[in-house]
């Protein structure tokens, strides 16, 4: 018998049980920052749930596909065979709709690299969401081989994608943090 391992699920009670263990030790002490914190990691455990869908156990041997793009701005290719194919079917808005949750993916870790770990420099935040999204590509793979998820891919354009994405995230945080800071500001004198 094979069962799904659930790891938001898993995360979602370790993580509440993290959070009364942080309370319990330091009560009311910067509350904002850590439920800033807090949200960051139930945003982590989402991702990889997201990019693993569940784990198998035990393994399961016809999972063991592997598969790889190394094509970058491959799925606009995919776009347009699956436009010319069957029009504005099912099929192709799943593409585009895939395409944009890889690009909307790692948009919250582009606000969080600057908000909790004080990373502001452009060239590190991309070094970052890069590496991030590679490890989340590799792990695919190698779970994949392993028969421990369903086939999972290692795809140049998540890298591109999440990277991207990630990216308009600082960006979006950048713009709006002076303006909040200005409200506040004036809210308090």
């Not at 699920?9 to 263990?21: A, E, N, P, Y």
């Amino acid at each position: 018998m094979h069962y799904i391992l659930d790891i938001e699920k898993i995360g979602r009670i370790l993580l509440l049980i993290f959070v009364v263990i942080d309370f319990i030790k330091h009560g009311k002490k910067n509350i904002l920052r850590r439920i800033i914190y807090y949200s960051f990691i139930y945003y982590m455990i989402n991702v990889i749930q997201l990019t693993t869908g569940g784990i198998f156990i035990p393994p399961r041997e016809e999972l063991r596909i592997v598969t790889y793009n190394f094509i970058p701005f491959r799925f606009v290719f995919d776009w347009i065979q699956k436009y010319s194919s069957t029009g504005f079917s099912w099929f192709f808005r799943r593409a585009v709709i895939l395409t944009v949750y890889n690009f909307i993916m790692l948009f919250p870790l582009g606000i969080y690299l600057p908000l909790l770990f004080g990373v502001s420099d452009i060239k590190k935040v991309t070094l970052y969401l890069f590496l991030t999204t590679l490890a989340i590509e590799t792990y695919q793979v190698i779970f994949s081989y392993f028969g421990l998820v369903m086939m999972r891919t290692f795809n140049v354009d998540d890298l591109i994608l999440n990277t991207l994405g990630g990216i308009m995230g600082y960006y979006v945080y950048e713009a709006l943090i002076p303006r909040i800071r200005r409200k506040f500001r004036y809210h308090s004198s």
